[in-house]
């Protein structure tokens, strides 16, 4: 990555009218359910950190975890992910009640957290393991990730680099990297403000980057 991070010891026109509807924020339960009604949906979005303090924001979000996937490598330790050799993406996986959030919602927060524009990179951190991606797990997050990326397309008039990719596992990391934005704040509001983020955020999404600005 460029900074030294501290040592981590449209044919749908229904669709896309609701696919941004933006929700109110509020903040997110901290305790996981039981039960059926919990589900589950994976995002790239650069550094994970700062998309799992986005996320336990949202009402309806119950846990999230820090971790990988996209590569084909099984248990893989951030050391491998981040030499750029394993094909994994840094990713949150989130997972959410769907009687309080729903999917759309999902990702209405995901496209408002990253730079739609950027290829294998998010703000200061570089290479394939901060390449933006949605990892749809059925057929319906697919319709719903496909059409927001073309909307995100027709809206900007031009390239949008996220990915869509099929989902096939995800790999937690490494305990210390869980709530690392709560656990250690010094170190990683520093960060994060070296980074640039909420500036890139602020200047692509405006006033709409507020709702899920990260403090």
Not at 26 to 43: L, Q, R
Not at 61 to 86: C, H, I, R
């Amino acid at each position: 990555m460029t900074l030294n991070r501290p040592i981590r010891l449209p044919a749908l026109p229904l669709l896309l009218a609701t696919a941004f509807a933006g929700p109110a924020a509020a903040e997110s339960d901290s305790t996981a359910i039981d039960g059926p009604a919990k589900e589950s949906a994976v995002f790239g979005g650069g550094c994970f950190w700062c998309v799992e303090e986005a996320y336990d924001k949202v009402e309806g979000v119950v846990a999230t975890t820090s971790g990988f996937a996209g590569g084909e490598l099984e248990n893989p330790s951030y050391e491998q992910v981040s030499s750029g050799d394993t094909d994994h993406i840094e990713v949150v996986k989130v997972e959410y009640d769907p009687e309080r959030v729903d999917y759309r919602t999902l990702l209405y927060v995901f496209w408002r957290n990253i730079d739609p524009f950027a290829v294998n990179r998010q703000f200061c951190d570089r290479g394939r393991p901060y390449q933006s991606a949605i990892f749809p797990e059925n057929a319906d997050q697919r319709a719903l990730a496909e059409a927001t990326r073309d909307a995100m397309a027709e809206r900007f008039g031009r390239e949008i680099g996220v990915e869509i990719l099929d989902f096939t596992a995800f790999y937690p990391a490494e305990t210390y990297h869980q709530d690392y934005y709560d656990k250690n704040p010094v170190r990683y509001n520093f960060y994060k403000s070296a980074c640039g983020r909420e500036d890139r955020l602020q200047e692509v999404w405006g006033d709409e980057a507020e709702a899920y600005a990260m403090p």
